[in-house]
T-cell receptor, first 115, second 110 residues
Framework: EAGVAQSPRYKIIEKRQSVAFWCNPI?????LYWYQQILGQGPKLLIQ????????DSQLPKDRFSAERLKGVDSTLKIQPAKLEDSAVYLC?????????????FGPGTRLTVL | GEDVEQSLFLSVREGDSSVINCTYT??????LYWYKQEPGAGLQLLTY?????DMKQDQRLTVLLNKKDKHLSLRIADTQTGDSAIYFC??????????FGDGTTLTVKP
C-alpha cells in the first residue's frame, strides 16, 4: 500500500514570496490533515478535511494560508506572502475516517525555509 | 486549553528499559497516542490507549495511564539503537482535536 506522498520535499524562498505544497493521501482515506512542525516542537494542526469539506481550520492563519482539497483526494496548502516565522516542516496526514481512534498516516513532510 | 508536556531528552544504554513521560491537561481527552519520528521522516504511530484503560502492552511497548494525575508513560523494554528517535505524546479530546507535545529525544548508547 502506497503511503502519503508530499512534494516538494524541500523549498527555500524569500520572505513575501508565495509557496504551495502538495499532498496525495492514501487511497480511500476520507480525512486529510495539514500540520505545521516548527523545529524543536510538536506538530500543530492547521486544517482538517473530511472528503472535500473543512472540519477544523481554527489554527490556520487565514490572512496568508489557504488550503483546498478538490474532489476529496489531493490537497494543496498555500502560503502567500511567506514570513520568516513560517519556516517549518509541513506535514500531511490522512486517516480512513475522522474517528478519534483512527490511525493517522503521515507523509515525510515538506521542509520550508524562508530567508 | 489543551497542553501536553514532555521532558526533552532521555539517554539510555542499549538493552536497558526506557521510560518516556507525558502530562496533559484536558480531562476530556479520550485517546492518548505515542508517535515516533526519525530524522527526515514523518510521524509513525506506535500505540494508543483509550482513556478508560490504565495499561496497554504491545510487544516491547507498555503504556501506563494515570487519569487522575493526567500522566501517561511509554516504556520500551530492551531498548535498541534503532529506537533512537523523537517520541511524541498526543491527546485527542472529545471534540476530536489533536494536541501534540514537543517530543522527547531518545538516545540509545551502545
Amino acid at each position: 500500500e502506497a503511503g502519503v506522498a508530499q512534494s516538494p520535499r524541500y523549498k527555500i524562498i524569500e520572505k513575501r514570496q508565495s509557496v504551495a505544497f502538495w499532498c496525495n493521501p492514501i487511497s480511500g482515506h476520507a480525512t486529510l490533515y495539514w500540520y505545521q512542525q516548527i523545529l524543536g516542537q510538536g506538530p500543530k494542526l492547521l486544517i482538517q478535511f473530511q472528503n472535500n469539506g473543512v472540519v477544523d481550520d481554527s489554527q490556520l492563519p487565514k490572512d496568508r494560508f489557504s488550503a483546498e482539497r478538490l474532489k476529496g483526494v489531493d490537497s494543496t496548502l498555500k502560503i502567500q506572502p511567506a514570513k520568516l516565522e513560517d519556516s517549518a516542516v509541513y506535514l500531511c496526514a490522512s486517516s480512513l475516517t475522522k474517528g478519534r481512534a483512527d490511525t493517522q498516516y503521515f507523509g515525510p513532510g515538506t521542509r520550508l525555509t524562508v530567508l | 486549553g489543551e497542553d501536553v508536556e514532555q521532558s526533552l531528552f532521555l539517554s539510555v544504554r542499549e538493552g536497558d528499559s526506557s521510560v518516556i513521560n507525558c502530562t496533559y491537561t484536558d480531562s476530556s481527552s479520550t485517546y492518548l497516542y505515542w508517535y515516533k519520528q526519525e530524522p527526515g521522516a514523518g510521524l509513525q504511530l506506535l500505540t494508543y490507549i483509550f482513556s478508560n484503560m490504565d495499561m496497554k502492552q504491545d510487544q516491547r511497548l507498555t503504556v501506563l495511564l494515570n487519569k487522575k494525575d493526567k500522566h501517561l508513560s511509554l516504556r520500551i523494554a530492551d531498548t535498541q539503537t534503532g529506537d533512537s528517535a523523537i517520541y511524541f505524546c498526543a491527546e485527542v479530546t472529545n471534540a476530536g482535536k489533536s494536541t501534540f507535545g514537543d517530543g522527547t529525544t531518545l538516545t540509545v548508547k551502545p
